[in-house]
C-alpha cells in the first residue's frame, strides 16, 4: 500500500518537502514511480516509530549535528557532491560530508563523533575530526575535515543497516555508530551545524523540535 506526500509526511510527523527529500535521496525502497501515492505505508509506519538518538548515553557536554540536504553535483577541486544520497559510494560520501561547512570548527573536532541528519533522521556518522581546515572567509570561512572517516551510513530508512566496516581502531566509530544510526535526532540550527545537548545535560530534557 501506498500514501501520498502529504499522508506520509502526517504520519511520520515531518513536512511535505522533507518527505520529497526523503524520495529524492534514494532512501525509500520501494517508492512509487507515478501517480499521487508513492511512499510505501511500510516504510512510513517504521520511520514514524523510530526511537530518538540516545542523546544521555553519548559522551561530552554536547554533540554536533550536520544537517544536509540531497546530495547535489559541485565544481569543487576536491570532490563532486556534496549532501547525502544513496547512490554515491564510501569514498564520494565520505567526501561529500566533510565540508566545508561554517561553523566552530574546535568546538566540532572535540566532540569526536559527527551525526548526519536528513530530515531529522541519522542516515551517517563521521569520526575522527582533529586538525580541521579553514578557508580564507575570515568571519563567513567554511571548514572542512579532511581526516574525518565515515564509519557508518545508510541506504534505506524501513530497514537500516550499516552500509560499510568501520575500521576497528575507530574506537568511536565501532561504539557509537550503531546507537545513532537511523536514530531520529531533532535539532535547531540558523545553518549547516546544530549542537544538542548530551550525556547528564540531555537527561530529563524534553526531545527538541523536528528537523521540518
Aim: hydrophobic share 40%; glycine share 10%; proline share 9%.
Amino acid at each position: 500500500m501506498y500514501l501520498t506526500t502529504g499522508q506520509a509526511a502526517t504520519l511520520i510527523g515531518v513536512s511535505i518537502p522533507t518527505v520529497e527529500r526523503f524520495l529524492a535521496s534514494g532512501l525509500i525502497i520501494g517508492a512509487g514511480t507515478s501517480g499521487r501515492q508513492v511512499f510505501p505505508l511500510e516504510t512510513a509506519q517504521a520511520m514514524a516509530s523510530r526511537p530518538l538518538a540516545p542523546l544521555a548515553a553519548l559522551p561530552g557536554p554536547e554533540i554536533p549535528v550536520l544537517r544536509v540536504d540531497v546530495a547535489e553535483q559541485v565544481d569543487d577541486d576536491d570532490r563532486q557532491w556534496i549532501g547525502f544520497g544513496t547512490a554515491l559510494n564510501h569514498t564520494q560520501l565520505l567526501l561529500a560530508l566533510r565540508g566545508s561547512w561554517r561553523c566552530d570548527p574546535n568546538r566540532v573536532a572535540a566532540s569526536k563523533i559527527l551525526p548526519i541528519t536528513l530530515g531529522g533522521f541519522v542516515v551517517a556518522v563521521l569520526t575522527t575530526l582533529g586538525n580541521p581546515v579553514s578557508d580564507n572567509g575570515g568571519r563567513y570561512a567554511r571548514h572542512s575535515f579532511p581526516h574525518a572517516r565515515l564509519p557508518g551510513y545508510i541506504t534505506e530508512l524501513c530497514h537500516p543497516v550499516n552500509a560499510t566496516v568501520p575500521d576497528p581502531s575507530d574506537t568511536e566509530g565501532l561504539t557509537y555508530t550503531p546507537m545513532l544510526l537511523g536514530t531520529r535526532l531533532p535539532s535547531v540550527s540558523g545553518g549547516p551545524i546544530a549542537y544538542v545537548p548530551t550525556g547528564t545535560a540531555a537527561r530529563g530534557n524534553a526531545p527538541g523540535q523536528k528537523e521540518l
